[in-house]
């Protein structure tokens, strides 16, 4: 490969940057099963001198910061913060992963810089995914092949980070092809590029239903997110509207999902007092219309716990009036008399909004962040509604895109998973597409039907196997839906062992690492060639 113009490589990084996007721009990512290529072949140009990696750590920092550009540019419309901190973040991890590959493969074995940038590129995955708060899964590669759900039924035993592996191992066997042009390289990339599929495609036509089902619903009352909006939309009070649309829920139902903050935008609720709890029960008797009713209504909303004089938690406020005290974002489990029977608090937070990254630091400076409602309480319990011996998950909106923490209500015996969603913030952009998409892969590494409630776009209702069951509610749309849905207790590989390959991997990185220094100092020392 000969050296090229800074336009040809400039064009090498536009084509990357299109083919990462793909997966979160066009519904399919089977395009990211090359769109390292690019990068690659620009760093095969370079030499190993600090200059020439320095340059190649400018064309590869270009690519994934447009990467981010555009396919997260949608964070900007709630919280301008939000694009910028996750691109930095994302792109400084991606790095660690590319630039050491191009380091070692000027300096090392070949195969060993291979298995560098893919181990690396997943541990600086999982890390992103796993933090408490500096974390932001979007652009995971593994969350890109969610509109090919046909092609990742293996989700089941590896989890998204089976769909980076498959991603990147691609990438270098398609690559070997171009550099070296041997038949070997071809047949190895033609393994890892079909056998997946393969597999896939036959779990996909084996599957075996359970046999049981239970009847949800899911209302989408398209409340706008924003108070200007809401005015202008007439629906300062949609009590009226989310009454309406209950009233066309079957009685048959077992449960019903109303979206997240449903409640916090009747006028008549706000945020609840959990020590209190029992004061909303006149509106949800008002929502049943006070007609008795099997079907249970789980519904988002705003709670606090008070703590008095001293701060119980670390995301505790104080306020003079009502001392320390946490602010919630919330699952209820509520029934025709108007009790609420249980409460689930989010335990996945979404950062810059609900959960504040280097809080101690911020409040120091008394840095406002903006944001909806700042540093929320954290859920520390998964927590399983049940009704007539149904088993169903309370997922709120964000926590859809962390596999390993959605195993969480498998494990506790979900048999169904519920998630309740506010998507309005981002307008009608690619977020909340995406967001449901995610909950494909969800359905398939749990191997459990999905209920989704949004509050605008999209609502429904997906199978066990990612396919989408009946119709949806889309953006800007407003009504009530009711599916079939099977119901699960099996666990998958995943479910009982979350994201191994991660685990492996970093593992795996460590001891590369540890291997690459050795090598090094052999071959100062005239032991190796």
Same mark, same amino acid.
């Not at 090229?4 to 299109?18: D, M, Q, R, T």
């Not at 990742?152 to 990147?168: D, P």
């Not at 509207?241 to 009747?266: H, K």
């Given at each position: 490969?000969?050296?090229?113009?800074?336009?040809?490589?400039?064009?090498?990084?536009?084509?990357?940057?299109?083919?990462?996007?793909?997966? &979160?721009?066009?519904?399919?990512?089977?395009?990211?099963?090359?769109?390292?290529?690019?990068?690659?072949?620009?760093?095969?140009?370079?030499?190993?001198?600090? =200059?020439?990696? &320095?340059?190649?750590?400018?064309?590869?920092?270009?690519?994934?910061?447009?990467?981010?550009?555009?396919?997260?540019?949608?964070?900007?419309?709630?919280?301008?913060? +939000?694009?910028?901190?996750?691109?930095?973040?994302?792109?400084?991890?991606?790095?660690?992963?590319?630039?050491?590959?191009?380091?070692?493969?000027?300096?090392?074995?070949?195969?060993?810089?291979? !298995?560098?940038?893919?181990?690396?590129?997943?541990?600086?995955? &999982?890390?992103?995914?796993? %933090?408490?708060?500096?974390?932001?899964?979007?652009?995971?590669?593994?969350?890109?092949?969610?509109?090919?759900?046909?092609?990742?039924?293996?989700?089941?035993?590896?989890?998204?980070?089976?769909?980076?592996?498959?991603?990147?191992?691609?990438?270098?066997?398609?690559?070997?092809?171009?550099?070296?042009?041997?038949?070997?390289? #071809?047949?190895?990339?033609?393994?890892?590029?079909?056998?997946?599929?393969?597999?896939?495609?036959?779990?996909?036509?084996?599957?075996?239903?359970?046999?049981?089902?239970?009847?949800?619903?899911?209302?989408?009352?398209?409340?706008?997110?924003?108070?200007?909006?809401?005015?202008?939309?007439?629906?300062?009070?949609? !009590?009226?509207?989310?009454?309406?649309?209950?009233?066309?829920?079957?009685?048959?139902?077992?449960?019903?999902?109303?979206?997240?903050?449903?409640?916090?935008?009747?006028?008549?609720? *706000?945020?609840?007092?959990?020590?209190?709890? $029992?004061?909303?029960?006149?509106?949800?008797?008002?929502?049943?219309?006070?007609?008795?009713?099997? !079907?249970?209504?789980?519904? +988002?909303?705003?709670?606090?716990?008070?703590?008095?004089?001293?701060?119980?938690? $670390?995301? %505790? =406020?104080?306020?003079?009036?009502?001392?320390?005290?946490?602010?919630?974002?919330?699952?209820?489990?509520?029934?025709?008399?108007?009790?609420?029977?249980?409460?689930?608090? #989010?335990?996945?937070?979404?950062?810059?909004?609900?959960?504040?990254?280097? #809080?101690?630091?911020?409040?120091?400076?008394?840095?406002?962040?903006?944001?909806?409602? *700042?540093?929320?309480?954290?859920?520390?319990?998964?927590?399983?509604?049940?009704?007539?011996?149904?088993?169903?998950?309370?997922?709120?909106?964000?926590?859809?895109?962390?596999?390993?923490?959605?195993?969480?209500?498998?494990?506790?015996?979900?048999?169904?998973?519920?998630?309740?969603?506010?998507?309005?913030?981002?307008?009608?952009?690619?977020?909340?597409?995406?967001?449901?998409?995610?909950? =494909?892969?969800?359905?398939?590494?749990?191997?459990?039907?999905?209920?989704?409630?949004?509050?605008? *776009?999209?609502?429904?209702?997906?199978?066990?196997?990612? !396919?989408?069951?009946?119709?949806?509610?889309?953006?800007?749309?407003?009504?009530?839906?009711?599916?079939?849905?099977?119901?699960?207790?099996? #666990?998958?590989?995943?479910?009982?062992?979350?994201?191994?390959?991660?685990?492996?991997?970093?593992?795996?990185?460590?001891?590369?690492?540890?291997?690459?220094?050795?090598?090094?100092?052999?071959?100062?020392?005239?032991?190796?060639?």
């Amino acid at each position: 490969m000969q050296r090229g113009s800074s336009l040809h490589k400039f064009l090498l990084v536009i084509l990357s940057v299109a083919l990462l996007s793909a997966g &979160w721009l066009v519904g399919t990512g089977l395009t990211l099963l090359v769109a390292l290529i690019p990068l690659l072949i620009i760093s095969e140009n370079y030499t190993s001198s600090t =200059r020439d990696w &320095w340059r190649m750590c400018g064309w590869a920092a270009l690519t994934f910061l447009l990467w981010y550009a555009a396919t997260i540019w949608w964070v900007w419309i709630a919280a301008p913060i +939000g694009p910028i901190a996750a691109g930095i973040v994302g792109t400084f991890y991606n790095l660690c992963a590319f630039m050491t590959y191009h380091y070692v493969s000027k300096r090392g074995p070949r195969a060993l810089a291979y !298995t560098l940038l893919i181990a690396i590129w997943i541990a600086t995955e &999982w890390a992103y995914n796993s %933090a408490d708060v500096m974390t932001f899964p979007w652009l995971l590669l593994g969350n890109g092949f969610s509109g090919d759900v046909w092609a990742v039924q293996w989700y089941e035993y590896t989890g998204i980070f089976g769909g980076t592996l498959w991603a990147l191992c691609s990438n270098v066997a398609i690559f070997e092809i171009l550099r070296t042009r041997t038949t070997t390289a #071809k047949v190895r990339a033609a393994i890892f590029i079909v056998a997946p599929i393969i597999l896939s495609l036959t779990l996909l036509y084996t599957y075996t239903p359970s046999g049981r089902h239970a009847q949800i619903s899911v209302i989408q009352p398209n409340v706008p997110c924003y108070p200007e909006e809401r005015m202008a939309a007439d629906k300062l009070d949609p !009590t009226a509207d989310v009454e309406r649309l209950m009233g066309e829920v079957p009685a048959t139902s077992t449960f019903v999902l109303m979206p997240e903050s449903a409640m916090a935008y009747l006028p008549r609720v *706000g945020s609840i007092n959990e020590a209190n709890i $029992e004061s909303i029960a006149p509106v949800i008797r008002d929502i049943y219309d006070n007609k008795p009713s099997a !079907t249970k209504a789980i519904a +988002g909303a705003s709670t606090m716990r008070y703590y008095g004089d001293m701060p119980a938690t $670390e995301t %505790a =406020r104080y306020s003079d009036i009502y001392g320390w005290y946490d602010y919630f974002n919330s699952a209820l489990l509520c029934n025709s008399g108007g009790a609420v029977e249980d409460i689930y608090h #989010k335990g996945r937070l979404v950062i810059g909004v609900e959960a504040v990254p280097l #809080k101690e630091l911020f409040d120091l400076f008394e840095v406002d962040l903006g944001g909806v409602a *700042g540093q929320l309480g954290w859920g520390k319990e998964f927590k399983i509604f049940e009704n007539n011996g149904v088993r169903i998950a309370p997922a709120i909106c964000y926590e859809g895109l962390y596999g390993e923490f959605m195993t969480g209500f498998a494990n506790k015996g979900a048999e169904v998973i519920g998630v309740i969603s506010n998507d309005g913030w981002w307008g009608n952009t690619p977020g909340h597409k995406r967001l449901f998409d995610f909950c =494909r892969l969800r359905a398939i590494e749990c191997r459990r039907a999905i209920a989704r409630s949004a509050n605008t *776009g999209i609502s429904g209702f997906i199978s066990p196997i990612g !396919t989408t069951i009946g119709d949806r509610l889309t953006w800007d749309e407003e009504g009530t839906l009711t599916a079939q849905l099977e119901l699960r207790s099996d #666990k998958t590989i995943y479910v009982l062992y979350g994201d191994w390959i991660a685990r492996i991997a970093t593992y795996i990185a460590v001891l590369s690492l540890l291997y690459y220094v050795a090598y090094r100092i052999r071959k100062r020392n005239h032991l190796v060639d």
